[in-house]
């Protein structure tokens, strides 16, 4: 097979749709897979207005139905809604092929968070985009569910995996710090809702791991609250495997993959119970889920690391990409004209 995934999540943006577009690459590889991603690095970009470590492409739809042609793909995965995506979407339609796309984030309660826009008109514009799709991807049963109700077709689950090699319990930093450590991994922005987890009269210390337009005011607001910046890689999973507790505020996230990068390094996990969490802990005893963010900490403490990581051992990047090539819908490259 050979695999095109057009996404406008990409490098040097981290956050867990890039991490799980190289993850998924790499284990398709593994199985024989030839993939082509187009990238906003193939493109001129500006960087997203309130948001420039999201870089936007300019006109990008002669370029991406070139790259098409010349890559010939029999499978395309178009992963993301920018100008990219819609640029692929607008190749395909064209040329009657068949693709699937993903609903990795929701944008249209992140665009009512920055622009007070209401949800309902951005969500229209996702609806036109999602449905010629064959099979959209979502990471939980609880999203697909409620896709569905919103009047999504084709929506089917597409899990995700970690690599329980890199995120794995180990000597804990911030060893100057009191204990207990309630730790928040991932984007410093308004839709992640930090602001519950800062706000919170808990004992110990709070570490913020991460980067985002949110950063600067936040530390002047919370001069009690460590922020570190954003880490990578061995160091970011050695900042994971130090919290005594990871505090995930937010209540807009898809799945969160950062979960089970905690669970994995042995730390307990205190949640709203909504999707994403609800899915990944559910009533499984590796933290608490409760609306008193602070009761959800507190108990969280009590979770046993062992159970943790035995836990996060059950989701396994195989399985998600058995998942992913059996929702993809192949065509013959002969249908993509010169």
Not at 127 to 154: C, V, Y
Not at 248 to 268: H, M, Q, R, Y
Not at 280 to 287: F, L
Not at 295 to 318: G, H, I, M
Request: with cysteine.
């Amino acid at each position: 097979m050979r695999l095109l995934i057009v996404t406008d999540a990409w490098l040097p943006q981290i956050n867990g749709v890039v991490r799980t577009h190289q993850s998924l690459k790499a284990h398709l590889e593994r199985k024989g897979v030839e993939i082509k991603l187009i990238t906003p690095q193939d493109f001129k970009t500006i960087p997203c207005p309130s948001y420039p470590e999201i870089r936007l492409s300019i006109l990008p739809n002669r370029k991406v139905a070139r790259l098409i042609r010349a890559f010939r793909p029999s499978a395309i995965h178009i992963s993301t809604e920018g100008p990219l995506g819609i640029a692929a979407r607008k190749f395909c339609m064209k040329h009657g092929l068949p693709f699937t796309t993903a609903f990795h984030t929701r944008f249209p309660e992140y665009v009512e968070a920055r622009t007070k826009i209401p949800a309902r008109y951005t969500n229209l514009i996702m609806k036109w985009f999602h449905k010629p799709s064959r099979a959209i991807m979502t990471a939980t049963k609880s999203l697909r569910d409620e896709l569905r109700a919103q009047g999504f077709d084709n929506v089917v689950t597409w899990t995700r995996g970690i690599d329980t090699d890199l995120f794995h319990p180990r000597e804990k930093l911030f060893q100057d710090l009191p204990r207990p450590l309630f730790m928040y991994v991932g984007r410093v922005a308004v839709e992640k809702n930090i602001k519950a987890f800062l706000d919170l009269d808990l004992p110990g210390s709070k570490v913020v791991v991460g980067d985002g337009p949110q950063l600067e005011q936040l530390k002047k607001e919370y001069e009690d609250a460590t922020f570190v910046g954003m880490k990578e890689g061995d160091e970011l999973a050695a900042h994971y495997a130090s919290a005594d507790v990871f505090v995930f505020p937010s209540l807009t996230d898809t799945f969160g993959l950062v979960l089970l990068e905690a669970l994995a390094s042995g730390v307990p996990v205190a949640a709203y119970p909504v999707t994403g969490p609800k899915d990944v802990i559910g009533d499984a005893p590796v933290g608490k889920l409760d609306t008193d963010l602070k009761s959800a900490c507190l108990e969280a403490l009590k979770a046993d690391p062992v159970t943790c990581r035995e836990y996060a051992l059950n989701f396994s990047w195989d399985a998600c990409t058995h998942m992913f090539l059996d929702n993809l819908s192949p065509f013959d490259p002969c249908l993509i004209k010169s």
